[in-house]
């Protein structure tokens, strides 16, 4: 089992990206290294199939990545793009699910805008990150409301977006 981190690609890159540009704030450099962190992501997950692909042998890759809609279709194809004859790939989501109240967080209907994450689901996710003492790409110092900021910029990137089969297939996922 191998697990391509987008949190360990992001920190490297911002590391690197703080010492070419010194009088810039960590936020600085984590707005402006999204590109390169997704370019040196797939490099990356790219460079574990081919070693992988060397061994003939079964293997299970984790894709450790917070995945907004808008980038699923782009990493797996970045997977798919590696050719090989004898690899059967399979795409596996893991996706957010609760029971009881699922209350939607913001829901919008006059602006036809629905968001498929639950009250409940967002709260867990802020004690989450207000609790949280270290991060590999957030700063140690950020308030509770630049958390807040950070969770429901997070949460908009889902809106209308649903957690379902039918919803994932379009992105080449096979299974949840």
């Known amino acids: 089992i191998d697990v391509v981190s987008s949190d360990e690609v992001k920190k ?6 703080i010492c070419t540009h010194p009088s810039l704030s960590y936020e600085d450099a984590f707005d402006n290294t999204a590109k390169i962190t997704k370019q040196k992501y797939n490099e990356k997950l790219c460079a574990v199939i081919n070693k992988k692909l060397a061994t003939g042998c079964n293997h299970l ?17 970045s ?5 090989s004859p004898c690899v059967n790939v399979r795409y596996l989501a893991i996706v957010p699910f609760e029971e009881g109240n699922k209350e939607s967080i913001i829901s919008d209907k006059a602006k036809k805008k629905d968001q498929p994450l639950s009250y409940n689901f967002a709260l867990t996710c802020y004690k989450h990150l207000y609790e949280r003492k270290e991060h590999l790409t957030m700063a140690e110092d950020y308030s509770k409301e630049k958390k807040a900021d950070i969770l429901f910029t997070f949460v ?11 919803s994932l297939r379009k992105y080449g996922v096979q299974y949840i």
């Open 61 to 77: 890759i984790i894709l450790d990545k917070n995945f907004p809609p808008n980038t699923i279709k782009s990493t797996l194809n």
């Open 12 to 17: 490297k890159v911002m590391e690197e990206y």
């Open 156 to 166: 908009k990137l889902y809106e209308n977006f649903r957690f379902n089969l039918p």
């Open 79 to 83: 997977i798919t793009e590696n050719p």
